[in-house]
């Protein structure tokens, strides 16, 4: 075995899925679907093939992780994963497959454990059990719902029909509301053997009960210091979460033990709602995820369908104007984001409200922007597949914000060079000498928080936190999509894991961006006149087949796993809709990352991490 | 804005004597408990979704809200006097919500902000979605827009300030706050297999009921909807292929039902094209 074979760490995505099939013959088989790809493993052999997916062949990053229901097609229920090497290139999918009545695959937490949130998640919308799973329980829902809800066969409340749009409403024309349908005049449905003698809310009892604590208060006994093991609750309702997040934390003394984050409070259904809508309907949807970058997640999510579009016949990619007005929002975006999150982690560092009243001075300009062009400024829904809904308009015009009694007009251009290359660095400056070398700032965020990178590759976790723990991993060099390969930008790193790495990650970030920026203008120039969008824009037929487009968003990588079943006739909505949130996964890193730390501490943690709720739960 | 406009209190049917003129001012107690009320409104700080960060862009730099004495924003509900739903409730959240509505003290007002918080907004279907939080809290304010702008949000707060000015201590049904005693505490959602409105205990029995003795559940007690009245229509259009209208007919009634049956007709012409392979 001494001839000289390549590093088994170096293979491409084909060598590495002969590889594992020579290992592994009876367990590996390719997934020979029409529009499928990656490897079907056996599912008793699950957790062995992928140790040596991590091990012998370098996928250190389980991106994501998400379950499937194949009712009515293959009858059975699926575990798709997403590998990938953090020194960039494409992923490995590899897939398990089990029955849906007695649905259960080997957990693979142990490997990576990024997996644990994601497999919680599979396991209360699917009902799968994932046998080793340490702390396998509801996530999203609460503790005694009744079904899994993300099962084909399973019916909300409000159901009418499969697909949007419902033929009540269109062609029928007949407007009612969906309470009148319901005898509770309300969007529940209960259960035909619901026992209400017995009824009682045990959501909260199996909350503690699994932390381990049954008893509030208990003597400890530590450094000859008699404390007091104490649970205390933060959230939903807390000012400094950032929206409905919970935490459940238990200290001894002032230090933290344990860290148990509760989720769901804003689990909406995104993914449900997905099912039914039309791949076009969804893109809106997409904006109401993190909704502070709304122009990111159209991003990811249009990204995700032209792959499968692109299998089609009658497909036109974007044309280069409707890329580069892409990448200008995506990095506007960027900047939108982390001003804001910049301006929100001091305010948990007890600056309240001055940093983040500045930069949302800032913000808005951009909002300003968003708003002339979209139409919105917050939920902008402005891609679309195969371009972006309208070019930038020729005037920035806006009654509705009048300054001193006078309607603002800029010429659009002018405003943008003007922002970019003026206002955006000035601002950056002024805030960089306020802040950069604060004391207090320093004081409370170096050595704080730690995350180290290997830890921060085994949760899975992504963008600025990843990168704040000195791993160089950015999409858009990774594994780059639309004009990136083309722009010179550098990826921003940390050293040690800390709060203030990630605070500087961010802010360097917004430099890179405006460099971004700056290079794009010339661009816009050029390209004016250009189409922006491409015939599919508004009437997708979307190939059978599954894709996985990722960006990278001011969180961290978004990814949209899609899945059409439709024939090019058939029904156009997505069979399965995944959003890989980064939001949520980064959370798996937030109980490490307190650990030992002040209770003090644990707002600015969660603060550095920079979740949005709207993404978190879904 | 909250100017307390003096010209205005001295009219009065009181006259005031010269020599009190300018020293005096006569009004009613409503008057200026509510002047001093909607002035100092001050909300709750409680995000839920989207929503939510328009209300904070409404509060800080180009908007702000102390212009109109609400820049005070509460952590705590025992200090608010306003709950400013922003965003989408969902049944694990509505327990919160009604638990934090219960411990502000009174007069306090709610305000549904957005799609979401009025009527379900685009999440409605969802299961985890409350559709709307007037299933379970008293709203004073709705505030269309998904997210309303916060010049909308703006506009929504003027329009509860009008409100409290034309608020009256003496009418009960106003201001139940002014009667005797506390109100009765809004009852606290469980969870259940689903969501469980205790007020409804007793219609969830009934149906229970029904359900063991095979009578259709929930879904099938329906008030006769549109929809249905339509269904011979639609069938009898499919055969005589044009459609009917009643003399009797409302014009606008007909106009309406001659667009739908033109819309159905292309979607079955459209669908018979696919079909054949084109
Ligand atoms: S109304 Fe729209 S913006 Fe507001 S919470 Fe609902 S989805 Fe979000």
Redesign the pocket.
Known sequence: MAIAVPQTTELDISQTIDWLKQKYPDAVHDDTRQGFGGVVVDKSMLVEVAQAIRDDLGFDYLSSATAVDYLGISDHMEMVYHAYRTTGGPALVFKAQTDREKAEIPSLVDVWLGADFQEREAYDLYGIQFSGHPNLKRILLWDGFNGYPMRKDWQEAYFEQEHKPFDSRWPGGWVHRAEEKNVYGKNVRYPDDIDLARLSDTSEATLYSGLGLGVDVQELESDGLQTDRLVVNLGPHHPSTHGVFRMIVSLNGETIETLEPVMGYLHRNHEKIGERNSFLHNIPFTD?LD?LSSMGNNFGYVLAVEQLLAQGARYQPPTYRAEVIRVLMAELTRIVNHLWSLGFLLNDLGAFFTPMLYANNEREKILDFFEATAGSRL?CNYMRFGGVFADLPERIHSVANLVNDKVRDYNTMEYLAQMITERLPRFLEEYGRLLVGNEILRERTINVGVLPHDLAIALSTCGPLLRGSGVAYDVRRADPYSIYPELDFDIPVGVNGDIYDRFMVRFQEIHESLRILKQLLPRLEQTKGEEVVTKVGHTPRVPVGEAYGRVENPKGELGFYVVSEGDEKGPQNPWRYHVRAPSFINLTALGPMCRGYKVADVVTVLGSIDIVLGETDR | MSQLDLSELQSTEFPVPDELQGNLAITSISKLYNWSRRSSMWPLLFG????AIEMIGTAASRFDLSRFGMEVMRGSPRQSDLMIIS??VTKKMVVPIVRLYNQMPEPKYVMAM???ASGG???KEGYNVVSGIDKYLPVDVYVPG??PTPQALLYGLIALQKKIDGQSLANMDDVPWYGVGPAEPTPIPVLGPDIIDPRQMDLIRRQAQMAVQGKQFAVGELPALPEKKAEPKKVEAKATAAPEVAADMDPVKAERMKKREEALARKRAREAAAEKGE
């Open positions: 109401r909704y939920m | 839920l979704a989207c929503c965003g989408t957005g799609a979401c907004g685009p999440f998904c997210p």
